[in-house]
């Protein structure tokens, strides 16, 4: 270690506190002396003294002592130019008097060689000893320097420390208030903002009254059954008071978070000083989703039906701004449909722009990828489904709640979205940029596009977008410019893609770890799942539905796609994705969606239990009628037979069935046209007996709208079955 002139050094006292603070003004040759002075107070200014260099290293290596790494007094030794500018003429004056003097080292330090050199200044100046002693004090306190020697007014005026005041400053007052506010009155005050402006969002007037009514009020009266407090003005804070208190002690962000919250204030009044592209250091590194509903209300695929907004969700490259994936549904916001929008991101965009009716080339729209960092809202993220995500080794980052600030390039997008539609669809649907108001035209009566269209319109829109120029705000890097790179996030995603950091999953894959996942059981009729039964090829080879086991395993979790429950999905222990189909039992399901499957489910659970309850006063009737039938045979029996023997009655048994037969057949013949006689009498009518109706039930919408899919899909199995004979 060594130590160096103009060096502070901090010396500690047996409690390691601070005991001086000095400044080393000059070191022997021999490094045996130093002459150091102590700085610890401006005000108290002293003379330099000797003490052995070697001690002091001593104390150094010991922790006895630490050097000072910031000069306390920048401000006056390197001040800004407007100051040095100002009191430089002085400060040159006063250096002219000492400067002959204060070269001449170590002798300056050595109180008998200085005395005969201030003795010759003040001769040669006319200055008294008192001032140049004080020249050479500040010269020295201030680190040797010739700015040591300006006017010091860095710690004029006003102390930051509050005053204490016997009386109230200013003029007096008009009103007679002559209140002094204390420490206490200022605890009332913060009480009051808490309670009235921050809670109840009351105005500083109304809360300064409500205060002096609750902490300053010197009794009550009673008026219109209540008590009243008694206001005396002079004997209470004045509105100005608390209006200065509250905006000395409040900063403007603290003031607005007050009036409108945190949140608010978090996103409207913050210091904007970060760049969020920082957070992605390259392509593919970190990827926004969200979803806004579409500035447009559509139409059902018969054109006559209007079905309201569709939700819109995007996926975007912070590094490169282009827009990898989306989705348009008719459905709200959730997991499922931010599932969606996902697999189209990591997908191939060629057979999917296709299936709209729009042919692109894959240089066109290359995002076919996974990013490593995944940034979205607190809603569908949040949820232990987007642990799925990282089995994708794409982790979550979600953003706090009400901060869309956090995820800027999707929000913005989202406003150029509805711009667009806004313009382009003002004649077929498009939503007005604010609450519709009493007067205004109702955009609904002019919807016209179906979702079909509309994700249409999405594709061109975003192939558009993605060779469009990028903002002014984009930071171009010195890669970018010695490269020459297209600015465009469709240029930028190309430049960047050799060195990205994306990566890609099969398809298979990919749609399982997205997919909801549901534990099921294996039985002889197939895999059970919410009612339904499935089946597979390699399944039935390999014996699953006979012994009940898949790997094993009774009880086994799958994966499904709420809106179509034509397949589910497993994992072997193999890691091999299976797709499992429908059994032919249940092939009337086949295309529908979960939630109508559940209806139909529903349906036949509440309609055999109906059943069941009228089945009992069914049952209930016919043994009635079963009972009084056998009373009233047994009766007439026992008349009949009487005086007969049970031999008696067995007698010509097979002749008379024969006859009987015989009788029977004629008198019921559709031939006959006499009624049923017995003995030559006609046989009354038997009383009809009525069975109980069940209750009559409209169907349900639900249901209706069911049973319409079911009707279209038998049509369409008989216009099959017809062309194929």
Not at 50 to 78: F, T
Not at 560 to 583: A, Q
Request: aromatic share 10%.
């Amino acid at each position: 270690m060594v130590i160096y002139q103009n060096c502070i050094i901090e010396l500690l006292n047996l409690d390691l506190k601070t005991d001086k603070i000095i400044r080393v003004l000059w070191i022997s040759p021999s490094q045996e002396d130093i002459y150091v002075v102590e700085i610890n107070d401006h005000k108290k200014m002293t003379f330099p003294f000797a003490i052995n260099y070697k001690e002091l290293l001593s104390e150094l290596e010991d922790d006895r002592a630490r050097i000072v790494k910031v000069d306390p007094d920048l401000r006056l030794i390197s001040p800004d130019p407007a100051y040095l500018e100002k009191y430089k003429k002085d400060r040159d004056t006063n250096w002219n008097i000492i400067n002959d003097i204060v070269c001449r080292e170590p002798e300056i330090y050595i109180s008998e060689f200085r005395g005969a050199m201030v003795e010759e200044t003040k001769e040669k100046t006319g200055k008294s000893k008192k001032e140049i002693y004080k020249f050479l004090k500040k010269y020295w306190f201030y680190g040797k320097t010739k700015n040591a020697l300006l006017k010091n007014y860095f710690d004029c005026g006003r102390s930051s420390k509050p005053r204490e005041y016997s009386k109230k400053p200013g003029p007096k007052p008009k009103g007679g208030n002559g209140w002094i506010v204390t420490e206490k009155d200022k605890e009332i005050f913060r009480k009051a903002i808490k309670k009235f402006h921050i809670k109840e969002k009351m105005d500083l007037t109304a809360t300064h009254q409500h205060m002096c009514e609750e902490w300053y009020h010197s009794g009550f009266y009673r008026e219109h059954g209540v008590m009243v407090p008694i206001i005396e003005t002079e004997n209470a804070p004045t509105l100005r008071q608390f209006t200065y208190w509250y905006y000395n002690e409040f900063s403007s962000m603290q003031r607005y978070s007050n009036r409108r919250g945190k949140r608010k204030a978090e996103m409207n009044v913050r210091p904007i000083q970060g760049d969020p592209t920082a957070r992605a250091i390259g392509i593919g590194h970190l990827y926004e989703i969200d979803s806004t509903p579409a500035d447009i209300i559509l139409v059902a695929e018969d054109r006559e039906t209007i079905i309201g907004t569709p939700t819109l969700y995007i996926v975007k490259d912070v590094y490169s701004r282009i827009i990898a994936g989306f989705h348009a549904s008719l459905s709200p916001a959730s997991k499922i449909e931010l599932m969606v929008a996902m697999i189209n991101a990591a997908s191939d965009k060629v057979e999917f722009c296709r299936q709209y009716g729009i042919e692109i080339k894959e240089s066109d729209w290359p995002c076919k990828n996974l990013p490593v960092y995944l940034a979205g809202d607190r809603g569908e993220l949040k949820s232990k489904w987007a642990e799925n995500l990282v089995s994708l080794k794409v982790d979550v980052d979600n953003a706090p709640s009400y901060r869309g600030d956090l995820k800027p390039f999707v929000e913005q997008h989202f406003r150029l979205i509805n711009k667009e539609i806004r313009e382009l669809f003002y004649k077929a649907g498009a939503k007005p940029p604010k609450m519709i108001e009493r007067g205004d035209e109702d955009p609904t009566g002019k919807a016209a596009l179906t979702i079909y269209e509309f994700t249409q319109f999405m594709i061109l829109q975003i192939l558009t977008y993605n060779k469009s120029a990028l903002p002014d705000g984009f930071l171009v890097t010195k890669e970018m410019f010695e490269e020459k790179v297209e600015l465009t996030p469709k240029g930028i995603w190309e430049w960047g893609e050799s060195k990205s950091v994306l990566h890609e999953e099969q398809f298979d894959v990919l749609i399982y770890n997205l997919l909801p996942k549901e534990q099921s059981t294996v039985t002889r009729r197939g895999i059970k799942f919410s009612d339904m039964y499935y089946t597979s090829d390699l399944g039935l080879k390999s014996g699953w539905f006979v012994d009940e086991r898949i790997d094993g395993k009774k009880e086994i979790e799958i994966r499904y796609d709420p809106r179509n429950v034509s397949s589910i999905f497993l994992r072997m222990n193999n890691g091999k994705i299976e797709k499992c189909l429908l059994t032919e039992k249940y092939k009337e399901y086949d295309g529908l969606h979960l939630e109508d499957v559940k209806a139909i489910m529903k349906y036949k659970k509440d309609e055999i239990r109906n059943q069941e309850k009228e089945e009992k006063q069914h049952k209930a009737v016919l043994h009635a009628f079963a009972e009084n039938l056998a009373n009233e045979a047994i009766r007439k029996t026992k008349d009949a037979t009487e005086c007969m023997s049970l031999a008696q009655r067995q007698k010509n048994t097979r002749d008379t069935k024969k006859s009987e037969s015989r009788t029977a057949g004629s008198q019921n013949a559709f031939t006959a046209k006499e009624p049923l006689r017995t003995n030559g009498e006609q046989i009354e009518t038997a009383e009809v007996i009525i069975f109980p109706n069940k209750i009559n039930i409209t169907p349900q919408n639900e249901e209706s709208r069911i049973q319409q899919l079911f009707g279209a899909k038998n049509k369409e199995r008989r216009r099959e079955h017809e062309s194929m004979e």
